[in-house]
């Protein structure tokens, strides 16, 4: 085909594609929100956010003073020996892009392993397969569900390789209750995902558990109200509160998870069907959970299982011992976010390639101008280079 006829094929290819394709090279488009709709917004909407956000602050300082006693909180020590300790750590990262013909999903995950500050390897990668998803109404959630399920499994391969003193998680050890099932119904793929992804972590656990490997999940992000709700305050967060009641290098005596959790109810069922002694499956699913406050920052939550609570505290030694004070977070955790997280300029730098191949494609005369619609964006939404990382899940 020459050039004259692919740029009159070019033209021919639908507008809604073309102004997709072509923005990314464009500045953002300008807001045109009337100012009276903006003063509500950000004037008189913004006044009434501090208000309610003093009234919220005093009610957490005078929650304190009843506190007393109610709440044990332990102290770390820094101990570089702890320090030196190999340790194992995973994340996940995914970032897909939804099109108004299918979603196509972006994930990865990579495990690392450190001693004090050293990597002292190469990381060891898992990626995502390259799909389409055009049924799937849960798309963000089965994305995110699978990162987690890879995360596993190159966690268990990590262990295999590495013979780590400690294995860290950046994120729960168990898969997020938003990620459930849901009641009104799932498709068969994404109920097929979430049960395998459950395995992969029931098998994690039980390799942890088999070699006496003290494993624990570090999550930076968390909503939970456990400790506020057993207090009497279930309209506050944990990490609200505590991060008046904790000083740096402290942590509070862990606490379980209940066992009504619908996400430990899953998780026994899978090990029953693995054939999981009884005795076991209290020891990896009697999931306990702290908060520890090793920076300049609210405090994160630790997750452990009930047989690794006797290592509680040199994990949280080896945690706070390599944090960075600004930040808290423990070099190896911060090390392997790094690596694996999944921006919006790499997914739309992907974006682009499946763009770029698909015209030519065009351009060869396998595919049509107008079949270039498969490739636009859900209507409203826009992407750019400079867009901002979605939050994982």
């Given at each position: 085909?020459?050039?004259?006829?692919?740029?009159?094929?070019?033209r021919?290819?639908?507008p809604?594609?073309?102004?997709?394709?072509?923005?990314?090279?464009?500045?953002?488009?300008?807001?045109?929100?009337?100012?009276?709709?903006?003063?509500?917004?950000?004037?008189?909407?913004?006044?009434?956010?501090?208000?309610?956000?003093?009234?919220?602050?005093?009610?957490?300082?005078?929650?304190?003073?009843?506190?007393?006693?109610?709440?044990?909180?332990?102290?770390?020590?820094?101990?570089e020996?702890?320090?030196s300790?190999?340790?194992?750590?995973?994340?996940?990262?995914?970032?897909?892009?939804?099109?108004?013909?299918?979603?196509?999903?972006?994930?990865?995950?990579?495990?690392?392993?450190?001693?004090?500050?050293?990597?002292?390897?190469?990381?060891?990668?898992?990626?995502?397969?390259?799909?389409?998803?055009?049924?799937?109404?849960?798309?963000?959630?089965?994305?995110?569900?699978?990162?987690?399920?890879?995360?596993?499994?190159?966690?268990?391969?990590?262990?295999?390789?590495?013979?780590?003193?400690?294995?860290?998680?950046?994120?729960?050890?168990?898969?997020?209750?938003?990620?459930?099932?849901?009641?009104?119904?799932?498709?068969?793929?994404?109920?097929?995902?979430f049960?395998?992804?459950?395995?992969?972590?029931?098998?994690?656990l039980?390799?942890?558990?088999?070699?006496d490997?003290?494993?624990?999940?570090?999550?930076?992000?968390?909503?939970?109200?456990?400790?506020c709700?057993?207090?009497?305050?279930?309209k506050?967060?944990?990490?609200?509160?505590?991060?008046?009641?904790?000083?740096?290098?402290?942590?509070?005596?862990?606490?379980?998870?209940?066992a009504?959790?619908?996400?430990?109810?899953?998780?026994?069922r899978?090990?029953?069907?693995?054939?999981?002694?009884?005795g076991?499956?209290?020891?990896?699913?009697?999931?306990?959970?702290?908060?520890?406050k090793?920076?300049?920052?609210?405090?994160f939550?630790?997750?452990?299982?009930?047989?690794?609570?006797?290592?509680?505290?040199?994990?949280?030694?080896?945690?706070?011992?390599?944090?960075?004070?600004?930040?808290?977070?423990?070099?190896?955790?911060?090390?392997?976010?790094?690596?694996?997280?999944?921006?919006?300029?790499?997914?739309?730098?992907?974006?682009?390639?499946?763009?770029s191949?698909?015209?030519?494609?065009?351009?060869?005369?396998?595919?049509?101008?107008?079949?270039?619609?498969?490739?636009?964006?859900?209507?409203?939404?826009?992407?750019?280079?400079?867009?901002?990382?979605?939050?994982?899940?």
């Open positions: 085909m020459g050039e004259e006829d692919f740029r009159e094929r070019f021919r290819i639908p809604a594609f073309r102004e997709q394709y072509i923005s990314v090279l464009g500045e953002a488009e300008e807001e045109t929100l009337h100012p009276d709709l903006y003063s509500r917004l950000v004037d008189d909407g913004t006044d009434m956010i501090v208000r309610k956000l003093r009234e919220y602050n005093e009610g957490r300082r005078s929650l304190l003073k009843s506190l007393r006693g109610r709440i044990e909180v332990r102290r770390l020590v820094q101990d020996d702890i320090a300790l190999r340790v194992v750590a995973s994340d996940a990262g995914n970032n897909g892009a939804d099109f108004r013909s299918a979603f196509i999903p972006l994930y990865a995950s990579a495990a690392i392993s450190a001693e004090g500050w050293k990597i002292i390897d190469d990381p060891i990668f898992r990626v995502g397969d390259p799909e389409i998803w055009p049924d799937e109404f849960r798309s963000h959630d089965r994305e995110s569900l699978l990162a987690s399920k890879i995360q596993f499994e190159v966690t268990a391969e990590a262990i295999e390789i590495w013979k780590p003193k400690y294995v860290l998680l950046d994120g729960s050890l168990l898969v997020n209750f938003w990620l459930l099932p849901s009641l009104f119904g799932s498709t068969r793929e994404y109920e097929e995902d049960n395998s992804t459950v395995t992969r972590s029931v098998e994690l039980l390799k942890c558990y088999e070699e490997i003290p494993i624990a999940g570090f999550v930076k992000r968390t909503r939970m109200n456990d400790i709700a057993e207090v009497g305050v279930p506050m967060r944990d990490t609200a509160l505590l991060d008046l009641l904790l000083n740096l290098g402290e942590y509070t005596a862990p606490r379980p998870i209940s009504r959790n619908p996400v430990i109810d899953r998780y026994r899978v090990c029953q069907n693995m054939g999981v002694p009884e076991q499956i209290d020891d990896i699913l009697g999931i306990h959970f702290s908060y520890i090793t920076g300049l920052t609210t405090p939550r630790l997750e452990i299982p009930r047989y690794c609570l006797n290592s509680l505290d040199e994990v949280g030694t080896l945690i706070f011992t390599t944090s960075e004070e600004e930040s808290g977070i423990p070099f190896v955790i911060n090390e392997v976010d790094n690596i694996t997280r999944i921006t919006a300029t790499t997914s739309n730098i992907r974006t682009l390639m499946i763009y191949k698909m015209l030519d494609l065009v351009k060869r005369g396998e595919m049509a101008p107008e079949d270039m619609n498969l490739l636009a964006l859900q209507y409203g939404e826009s992407w750019v280079l400079r867009d901002g990382e979605r939050l994982k899940a």
